[in-house]
């Protein structure tokens, strides 16, 4: 048990800065996308064009670490071209890995080029080892990254049915748990992941502020309303609040992150090869203090895996950089299934 | 980045925002376009991103001085707006402490945002392109100047 390997740190870069920042503060990998709705952070003026690209290749791969694009949106009717070229760009970069979700692009990747290693995308919705096994079956998947929909134990028995490599999330804001599957942004907005690669797209958002309070909209649709002491979130609709029999209340998740500091040994123990950091979105200033923060609890649990204990600074670094400044170990220690 | 001294969360007192409001706002806006225009002639600041800022009206308002800018970027210029006239297309507003930690790259925008302690108004989508042009600036080392080079 002592033996398992300790998980590969696995880090957000939306922009050359963040790359750095996540190099010179510890991941043991990187991963960026395009500029374009390739991927599922296609925000305004964030991701890499092929020249920033290729310096942030050199920049991690020149100190011993790993660079992974995500190509993790679904190709949309009549433009299959513009991901496969995506994956062109990755192979032609030299990237370590492509994380993609669409099986017609994994296919197109394992065929063109056999030996440009794939991770199966959280977007990919694997929740089994039968979709994990199915993936490496027909397309020579190396790693799948699981959804955050599994307890511990679920993903513990993911991995002991499955030569592929397995990564979990390990910290970032939480997604409402369904990945790969949700359109709530395209019920407000005609736009989600999947289809443009953004959930909530900036232009339908809009902060309004009124003596003590803020209100959110999406697309005019009010989701949010908070106090001047109340902390805040991003603004989409799984993370608004809403009335349901007559009281308002966050009524499919609230504003937080998910942290899994607490059950890292448990993590380790059953086998996880890597964790995954949320957060291209962020700015380089958070890749440093959570890449600085994990690095930290990984190197300290590998020198004394007995004694390991938690330290408050580490929590209430995350803490503070938390959505709705809370965090939470989401499904990994649910009792349910 | 931890050898540079770490600034505190801190609001002044509100006597010091009631004074400043009452004192002319232009030498604010003045500063802040020098420095932005110095970092675009630097060309820190990515061109497609500039390219997006055209014609746009910026307000950025420190709470707790009373400071308050507005500017524009026209023909590659960022340029101050004395006429405060109009709905700016984009506003900021946080307290001196948050904006400092901020420039240092102390704490993360959405961070603040999140803690309440940054406030965006306006077009969200102009205020990503600038919170994403401002991330994507490369602060240079020290080491890596000329002067340090051995």
Known sequence: MASQKIPELVCPAGSLPALKAA???GADTVYLGYRNDTNARNFAGLNFDPKSMAEGIRYAQARGRHVLMAINTFAQPGRLA????AVDGAADAGIDAVILADVALLDYASKRYPNLRLHLSVQGSATNYEAVNFAHREFGVRRAVLPRVLTLAQVEHVIKNTPVEIEVFGFGSLCVMNEGRCWLSSYATGESPNTVGACSPAKYVKWEKSPGSMSTRLNGILIDRFNDDEPAGYPT?????????????YAIEEPTSLNVLEILPEIVRIGVSAIKVEGRQRSPTYVTQVTRTLRAALDSFARDRERFSVKPAWQAELAKVSEGSQATLGAYNRPWR | MSNLPTIPRFKLPTIVAAITSRLPQWPHAVALVTALNAAAKLRLLPEDSLAQLEGRHFFVRVNDTGGEARFTYRNGLFRPLFAASGTPDLSFSANLSAFLQLLARQEDPDTLFFNRELSIEGDTELGLIVK??????????????PAFRR
């Open chain 1, 82 to 85: 513009d991901w496969q070229r």
């Open chain 1, 23 to 25: 190099v010179d503060n």
């Open chain 1, 237 to 249: 609709l799984c993370k608004g609040r809403y009335e349901v029999n007559g009281e308002t209340y």
């Open chain 2, 132 to 145: 994403n042009m401002l991330d994507a600036i490369e602060l240079p080392h020290l080491p890596d100047l």
